[in-house]
């Protein structure tokens, strides 16, 4: 069984371990001695009153480490000479982000309506509540997910799930995101396999549009769109509980989009078989991205889960990898047309794409 331990770090972070079913660490895990800065403000949410849209303006951010060597990595277990944010060994580590783009203060009281637009007003601005924690993959600062071994994928769902249910469950949250940004290329400032967890007191813009298309369709549009992915000539692999497909629209020159057959919101509400499946799946499309070319593919894994919001009983959890590698030493930039006006332009028929993941499958 995957055990969870839970522990703090020295400025009163949560850190949760979560052991392998298969771990030999010990239970007792050593305790964070560093002294440590107080955490810098919540930052703040300004309005972009022609969108609508919520834009996080973390200053703090702009300090933290950069590609930083072995040595001195944060995500390593701590040593003497490297006091890092892992006081002991580990499987996957957890914990609260110290310089986070939401959080770390929580709603005081869970208001609905705390970034709902109803009216627009210019200059509007909200403290960005909410909370962002890092999860690490493994405790060797070489090596991505995709290389892991399923047990160990296995471990890290695991903790996105629980997570998951535990971060929904706080004060003014009202959108679970875990993802995974992969390669120097895609702007990842640490080389230590790890991901994130994103909790937002507001609707996201692309779960927005989820949410109109549903209104528009009606409350099947997830399960009509897994029959007409199932019944195309761009799936990748059908499991029992879950399709892994290239999507019929899609935007990048790697993109992969996967669906539960049961209409489930988050990973939280997956069964044990179901978390297995996934594990399995997962571990098999994250080694194909490699496999494409010679080199690891940059990616960006994301796991979209149902809003807390009226009509977010509706919207399935689905998993979206894309890529901008649209040759061995070329990626797509997201120019004119995508990044000023939102309109995507796609290099590749889906089709095509299908087919060249499917050969290294
Ligand atoms: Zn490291």
């Known amino acids: 069984m995957i055990k969870k331990i839970d522990a703090k770090l020295a400025d009163c972070r949560d850190l949760f371990y979560f052991d392998d079913s298969t771990s030999k660490l010990v239970t007792d895990r050593k305790a964070d001695t560093r002294y440590?800065?107080?955490?810098?403000?919540?930052?703040?949410?300004?309005?972009?009153?022609?969108?609508?849209?919520?834009?996080?303006?973390?200053?703090?951010?702009?300090?933290?480490?950069?590609?930083?060597?072995?040595?001195?990595?944060?995500?390593?277990?701590?040593?003497e000479e490297n006091l890092s944010e892992l006081p002991d060994n580990f499987d996957v580590a957890v914990f609260e982000n110290k310089s986070p783009s939401f959080g770390p203060t929580l709603a005081e009281v869970d208001d609905p309506n705390y970034a709902v637009v109803a009216n627009l007003e210019l200059g509007s601005v909200r403290d960005s509540i909410g909370r962002c924690e890092v999860v690490v993959?493994?405790?060797?600062?070489?090596?991505?997910?995709?290389?892991?071994?399923?047990?160990?994928?296995?471990?890290v769902v695991e903790a996105w799930?629980?997570?998951?249910?535990?971060?929904?469950?706080?004060?003014?949250?009202?959108?679970?995101?875990?993802?995974?940004?992969?390669?120097?290329?895609?702007?990842?400032?640490?080389?230590?396999?790890?991901?994130?967890?994103?909790?937002?007191?507001?609707?996201?813009?692309r779960t927005a549009k989820v949410l109109a298309s549903i209104e528009a369709y009606g409350p099947n549009l997830f399960a009509d769109t897994l029959a007409f992915e199932q019944a195309g000539e761009r799936v990748l692999i059908k499991g029992q509980h879950f399709t892994a497909y290239v999507p019929f629209a899609g935007r990048w020159p790697i993109?992969?989009?996967?669906?539960?057959?049961?209409?489930?919101?988050?990973?939280?509400?997956?069964?044990?078989?179901?978390?297995?499946?996934?594990?399995?799946?997962?571990?098999?499309?994250?080694?194909?991205?490699?496999?494409?070319?010679?080199s690891p593919t940059p990616y960006i894994s994301a796991w979209h889960q149902a809003p807390l919001v009226e009509g977010g009983e509706n919207v399935r959890l689905q998993l979206q990898i894309t890529s901008p590698r649209r040759a061995a030493d070329k990626l797509k930039y997201l120019a004119g047309s995508e990044s000023a006006m939102g309109a995507f332009i796609a290099d590749f028929p889906p089709e095509k794409t299908a087919a060249q993941i499917r050969e290294v499958l």
């Open 36 to 79: 440590l800065d107080p955490r810098p403000a919540v930052a703040q949410m300004r309005l972009d009153s022609l969108t609508g849209e919520w834009i996080s303006v973390a200053a703090a951010r702009h300090n933290r480490a950069f590609l930083p060597p072995a040595h001195q990595c944060p995500l390593c277990p701590t040593t």
């Open 137 to 155: 993959f493994s405790p060797e600062h070489l090596g991505s997910l995709g290389e892991l071994p399923v047990e160990r994928v296995r471990t």
């Open 161 to 205: 799930a629980q997570r998951t249910e535990a971060l929904q469950a706080m004060p003014g949250i009202r959108q679970v995101f875990p993802f995974e940004n992969r390669g120097q290329e895609i702007g990842v400032t640490l080389h230590h396999p790890h991901g994130q967890i994103y909790s937002y007191p507001y609707v996201t813009p």
């Open 255 to 294: 993109e992969i989009h996967m669906l539960p057959h049961r209409h489930v919101q988050h990973l939280g509400q997956l069964t044990d078989a179901e978390r297995d499946e996934l594990a399995s799946i997962y571990s098999r499309l994250l080694k194909a991205m490699d496999k494409i070319y010679d």
